[in-house]
């Protein structure tokens, strides 16, 4: 169980990395993470493509 923390966590940590990458709020979606873990990445991912 505590594995699962330990990488629920990190993505959340990721998505708010990627997250101020695609300038947007860092905290927002570190929060959002902590909530909704893999689902917020793909909608992170989705609505905010890559301007690049």
Do not use: C, D
Not at 21 to 50: C, E, N, Q
Request: hydrophobic residues 55%; aromatic residues 12%; without cysteine.
């Amino acid at each position: 169980m505590q594995e699962y923390a330990i990488g629920w966590g990190t993505l959340a940590l990721i998505n708010a990395g990627l997250a101020q990458a695609k300038r947007k709020s860092g905290l927002l979606w570190f929060l959002l993470s902590l909530i909704l873990g893999p689902v917020a990445t793909f909608l992170l991912v989705v609505l905010y493509p890559s301007e690049g």
